[in-house]
């Protein structure tokens, strides 16, 4: 999810095709394209011009109600409703890893299947993949990343990750679960309890907040041709 705005003026974007397997879109207003995984303008009087992520959260819908009980719900359109159990069934065959990339794909980095689901995570000019799986595995991450320490925080129930920069009340912190639905956690520094959405909730740093950073869900392919230089992270 992206701001749909370039150079202070609002974007109406529309699907334009594929470039190396990656979905491109052409705003009305320039005619400008630009490259879905980069959010780089490719062609057009913008060309070069980046779009900025906005912060999202992949969740189930039971989550998403319980922290946003007066939430709005979008009406499909006729039809629509109906095709909903085929579309979900699509999207979860995808999550498995299976698979080969699209055709028109020429780069190839076979450090991961090209259909791994990943999580992409940019600090600092630098940037690393954390491979679905491997949250499932292990639900909380204390790593660096372009010189800052982050935290990425995997719920296995409603299979929603988050993740920060580790750090409040002037100090690094470390985190570990708190229980086993990873819905809180304890930092080993001041032991305050914190919600996986980055809130302390009790303890020293009770009221602190963590920095959030934004997870770019993608399978390897796409984000290993945008990210050439990326590292991986292998639970130890």
């Given at each position: ?23 491109v ?12 995984s ?5 062609s057009g ?9 906005y912060p ?8 998403w ?10 009406k ?15 999207v979860?065959?995808?999550?498995t ?14 450090r ?25 595995r ?27 920069i ?5 100090r690094?912190?470390?985190f ?35 920095e ?9 392919f796409?984000?290993?041709e945008f ?10």
């Open positions: 999810m992206f701001r749909a705005e370039a150079k202070g003026r609002p974007l109406v974007l529309d699907n334009d095709g594929v470039i190396a397997g990656n979905e879109f052409k705003d009305r207003e320039t005619g400008s394209r630009w490259q879905q980069s959010l780089e303008a490719v009087p913008l060309q070069g011009q980046h779009l900025k992520l999202f959260l992949l969740t189930s819908w039971d989550e109600r319980r922290l946003h009980p007066r939430t709005l719900v979008l499909p359109l006729p039809g629509y409703a109906d095709r909903i159990a085929a579309t979900n069934a699509l979860k065959r995808g999550m890893g299976e698979g080969t990339a699209p055709d028109g794909v020429t780069y190839k980095d076979e991961l299947k090209p259909k791994t689901m990943v999580l992409g995570l940019d600090v600092n000019d630098a940037s690393k993949a954390f491979p679905l799986e491997a949250l499932r292990v639900g909380v991450v204390n790593d660096s990343l372009g010189g800052t320490a982050v935290v990425i925080v995997h719920q296995p129930r409603s299979d929603t990750t988050t993740a920060f580790a750090k409040a009340g002037g690094q912190l470390t570990r679960a708190a229980n086993a639905d990873i819905t809180e956690l304890v930092d080993q520094e001041t032991d305050s309890h914190w919600d996986a959405y980055g809130k302390c909730v009790a303890g020293r740093l009770k009221g602190s907040t963590l959030r950073l934004i997870l770019e869900p993608e399978y390897w796409a984000w290993s990210h050439r230089n990326t590292a991986i992270f292998t639970p130890e």
